[in-house]
């Protein structure tokens, strides 16, 4: 929490202040998209740069994501800082090849010669009614590939200082925005500036269970541990932030003191970043559970239309509440 002055913001708000100050501190750095300059983004996010950096650094592209996201590529090697917007995760996998073929891979196959210093950002998750084509959860996917770093701003503070972190790195970062979180408002310190993306955060302290979470499954997951502490129940919760690399010296820590784990995961359970998580706490900390691991993830469905499906699909505070529980020993009997 801040102990210093603050100001109230929206998360979109905090995105466009990171995305202006990257634009006026280093000339390299341009934005490109669909719809970004005119129409201001597909969720505002770049309302108004248009006017205030112009054509040639807020640019509008073609329907194309394979193109405009090689393009940005092409300028990352010539040079330049691009920071390449696309609307939604699903409209990621038209750009696939460019992003696991030929961003991902440059450095491995010229020997360390060529680096690609783009930044991809993203929308993801359900929660808006945006059907199974605009609404998955799929950066576990691409937390798969080695060469990429994934990163999903949860808080106001780091949807404003990821950005410039990672365009300081000279290889791809992937940047995923929860499209329900655009519209969260909270206080940003004054002197906010960049921020850490190697390294996990815990939001909440407590010793009972660990909950290992990220984006914008963080503030079920809060809600969840609020009610479990009603009844003497205490959550650490963990906010992943990069998905990869993976801090696990942070979640380790956190299992030895609670020795108990839930992970929450808007993705698919099968073959996902819970499997993950779970598989390595299996090979490197599991004398150190007192009980299975958990994971509450979305239901094995595309994401549905109507909103009390899309609900159902989605992990919800009381399944999260449910799951620890779960975990828990039961009632010494009377």
Known sequence: MANGPTRRITYRDAMREAIREALTRDPRVFLMGEDVGRYGGAYAVSKGLLAEFGPERIRDTPLSESTFVGAGIGAA?????PIVEVMTVNFSLLALDQIVNTAATIRHMSGGQFSVPVVIRMATG?????????????????AHVPGLR???????????????????????VLIFEHQT?????????????????????????????????YGAMLYKSLAAAATLAADGVECEVIDLRTLRPLDMNTIFES?????RVAIVDEGWRSGGLSAEIAARLAESAFYDLDAPIARVCSAEVPIPYPKHLEDAAVPQAAAIVDAVRALLPAPAPR
């Open 77 to 81: 090697l010539g040079g330049s800082r």
């Open 255 to 259: 299992v030895r003191r609670t020795r």
């Open 126 to 142: 359900a929660g808006r009614q945006l059907a199974a084509q605009h609404a998955h959860s799929l950066e576990g996917w691409l």
């Open 150 to 172: 994934i990163v999903e701003p949860a808080t106001i503070e780091d949807a404003r200082g990821m950005l410039w972190t990672a365009l300081q790195d000279p290889d791809p």
């Open 181 to 213: 979180l655009y519209n969260l408002e909270g206080d940003l310190p004054a002197d906010a500036g960049p921020v850490d993306i190697d390294r996990a955060v815990v939001r909440r302290h407590g010793g009972d269970v660990t909950v290992i979470t």
